[in-house]
């Protein structure tokens, strides 16, 4: 089984940055790091950021240019660089992770909140 532990986030005004980071443990063959999500009340949770099978990143539009995935694969952690946080980014993001298509876990969730 695998845990993914959350960390980051917080309360932060509208033009700043906060780094969330998800780092795995327990039995971690073969488990790949993919994404974060977030959800707010009332909406489904939907992806913010993501690695392809390539190797590659994609990000939901309304963040790209802001917020930076990444991901070290010898410490088996993810990140998520926040910058230039709106108000619209409050969320509680979750990270998550696979391993093929039989698998698929989450982090506890972590709650931004982007107010002045």
């Known amino acids: 089984q695998v845990q993914l532990v959350q960390s980051g986030g917080g309360l932060v005004q509208p033009g700043g940055s906060l780094r969330l980071s998800c780092a795995a443990t327990g039995s971690l063959f073969a488990i790949n790091l993919n994404g974060w999500y977030r959800q707010v009340p009332g909406k489904q949770r939907e992806l913010v950021a993501g690695f392809t099978r390539g190797g590659g990143t994609n990000y939901t539009e309304s963040v790209r240019g802001r917020f930076t995935i990444a991901r070290d694969n010898a410490k088996l952690t993810m990140y998520l660089q926040m910058n230039n946080l709106k108000p619209n980014n409050t969320a509680i993001y979750y990270c998550?992770?696979?391993?093929?298509?039989?698998?698929?876990?989450w982090g506890q969730g972590t709650q931004v909140t982007v107010s002045s």
């Open positions: 998550s992770a696979d391993r093929g298509p039989l698998y698929d876990c």
